[in-house]
């Protein structure tokens, strides 16, 4: 897991508490299953797959499609800013993997001042019902995008 950018030292308790004892791990106050449950659970939520580290701009179709091809991913990653974006099936940006797995993210369409800015969680050109399914299952959501409240 790579936690890129600054932040506060606070941000990382939920991994381990800054005053862990050997009395709390003794007494099952922390490092529990539960405890290690919701770790997972986040870090399944919020992680990147990096997909293909390109050492230069390529065209975003032919990225896609070697990576797919090669199943080129080469680990996942936690991104504090891009852990906020959220999913919709007609997305207006797409993450594009650079050098020594940092990301940009392009626009996939002009994007008015304001809006927001999410990326696909999935392959979008599954039908509605994979869709449905995957990000369900997968990601604990119902997705409420545009597409998806049109049955698309
Ligand atoms: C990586 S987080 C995105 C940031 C999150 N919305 C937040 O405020 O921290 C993923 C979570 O956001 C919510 N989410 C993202 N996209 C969604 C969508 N299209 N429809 C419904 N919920 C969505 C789901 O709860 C999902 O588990």
Redesign the pocket.
Same mark, same amino acid.
């Given at each position: 897991m790579v936690i890129s950018g600054a932040a506060p030292s606070g941000i990382l308790d939920i991994l381990q508490p800054a005053n862990l004892t050997q009395g709390m791990i003794l007494k099952q106050e922390v490092l529990t299953k539960q405890w290690y449950t919701d770790v997972l659970a986040r870090i399944r939520?919020?992680a990147f797959r990096i997909e293909l580290a390109a050492g230069v701009y390529e065209d975003l179709l032919s990225l896609a499609s070697a990576s797919i091809e090669a199943e080129a991913a080469v680990g996942n990653a936690i991104y504090m800013l891009p852990?906020?974006? &959220?999913?919709?099936c007609d997305p207006n940006t797409h993450i594009v993997w650079i050098e020594n797995a940092d990301a940009k993210l392009k626009a996939l369409r002009d994007i008015d001042e304001g809006e927001e800015l999410q990326i696909c969680y999935i392959d979008a050109s599954m039908s509605y019902d994979a869709r449905e399914s995957l990000l369900s299952q997968g990601?604990?959501?119902?997705? &409420?995008?545009l597409r998806c409240m049109s049955g698309d």
């Amino acid at each position: 897991m790579v936690i890129s950018g600054a932040a506060p030292s606070g941000i990382l308790d939920i991994l381990q508490p800054a005053n862990l004892t050997q009395g709390m791990i003794l007494k099952q106050e922390v490092l529990t299953k539960q405890w290690y449950t919701d770790v997972l659970a986040r870090i399944r939520i919020n992680a990147f797959r990096i997909e293909l580290a390109a050492g230069v701009y390529e065209d975003l179709l032919s990225l896609a499609s070697a990576s797919i091809e090669a199943e080129a991913a080469v680990g996942n990653a936690i991104y504090m800013l891009p852990s906020f974006y &959220n999913h919709d099936c007609d997305p207006n940006t797409h993450i594009v993997w650079i050098e020594n797995a940092d990301a940009k993210l392009k626009a996939l369409r002009d994007i008015d001042e304001g809006e927001e800015l999410q990326i696909c969680y999935i392959d979008a050109s599954m039908s509605y019902d994979a869709r449905e399914s995957l990000l369900s299952q997968g990601f604990g959501f119902k997705c &409420n995008c545009l597409r998806c409240m049109s049955g698309d």
